[in-house]
């Protein structure tokens, strides 16, 4: 294989990520409103700005008049191989545990810093980058390359829904949002909310994203001291003050709800105790420290894809109503349809109403098929590395159109950081994935067949 990564495409990659790096670029839905943008002005902005760096890569480009997603062409042909990537990143979480500010990148270490660095637009500059390299190589493309920018990712798909309704699919290509060697099954994903009464005498404030593990949950009441003895019976870490008591957990994605630790769930373990609502009983008794459902499914579990993950990931209670949003990933044998129906059941036990945010299906591509085989054999050239193929909980665009896998970032036994604070990428490992997707394009774009 040819190495086509130089070392000034290296330098130009790094002045390329800290340019989209440097905007914060979350949904901001009140912005959008006013700005009469659909996720706020850092989106569009991000957007607007890896466009800019596509056409001086050499690209065309096309920026939907209404800001929902983005793309850039380079070269002719019948097939288009499609990269999807997304520049929408979650917010920073708690400022004061950063070391450097999330959304100025800043290299320490060989590591650059910054919201963003690993999902996904550090992915995103090691594939432009990639495309960079073959161009000043003096390859020719026999099929068109598209970049597909989506901007709503971490929510709920918004920008990449409106794509597919305007645009062309491209015919085969992969997602640069997962970790390598290659993801070739993500299970189905359903995002929704359990909604019951209020009450005049419990009030609860425990926002979150649906996609993270909540790691703090945060209590006012009269029942203060006793939840601290509660909590230190329990060995859970807590901070109390004269106004509210908070007990903390351990944020992680919800993909991998069972490395982290939902300080909602420990809050509502101790809570029921001392207050009577069938909302914390709910989830006291059907979901306690489970992170698979268990209580409320039995064993969900296939041999493709695993077990199911279950993250309460917000809480409110207030006099009118009470709220639980819930994140689950399905395993891509089962559907999402039966489980409902017996979540139903169980949640209307306790008075709890079923109401769907978000739904995706499960992503799922044989591993004999010729472009699992084409990215599989590139990266084992590439690493030495002869790790098979994998599956996955995580919700990747790879779902979101026929004959797309999810190939890197990541690297086995790299620190995985993101929606974390401190998120980072190590700079060899960003040019490692560059020389990869390089000749990942390569393949794709200028010799393999399709068919």
Known sequence: MKKYVTEAIKKDSLVALERLVNISSYNTPVESKEGGLPFGKGIDLVLKEALQLCEELGMQTYYDP?????????GEGKETVGILCHLDVVPEGDAAKWNTAPFEATELDGVIYGRGTQ????PTIATLYAFKA???????????????FGTDEESLWRGMDKYKKFEDIPDVGFVPDSAFPLTYAEKGLLQFKLIGRGSDKVKLDCPGAPNVVPAAATYKGDEKELLAKAFSKAGNQYELTDEQITVHGKAVHASTAFEGVNAINLLAAQLVSFQSHPTISFLAEKV??????????????????????????????????SEIMIDMRIPVSFTSMELVKQLKEVAGNYGLKFQKFD?????????????????MDIYKEKTGDLKEPMTSGGATYARSMPN???????????????HQENEGIIVEELYKAMAIYAEAIYQLCCKKSLE
């Open 66 to 74: 209404e800001g929902y997603y983005g793309y850039a062409d380079y």
């Open 359 to 375: 739904e995706l299906p499960s992503l799922y591509v044989p591993k004999e098929s010729l472009l699992v085989k084409t990215l």
């Open 134 to 148: 073959l161009v000043d190589a003096g390859e020719t493309f026999s099929r068109k390359l598209r970049f597909v």
């Open 119 to 122: 999902d996904d637009k550090g």
């Open 288 to 321: 306690g420290t489970e992170t698979n459902g268990f209580s409320i499914f039995g064993k969900i579990s296939d041999e493709i894809s695993g077990e199911l993950t279950f993250n309460v990931a917000s809480l409110s209670i207030d006099e009118n109503q």
């Open 404 to 418: 797309m896998v999810a190939f890197g970032a990541h690297f086995p036994g790299s620190p995985s950081l993101a």
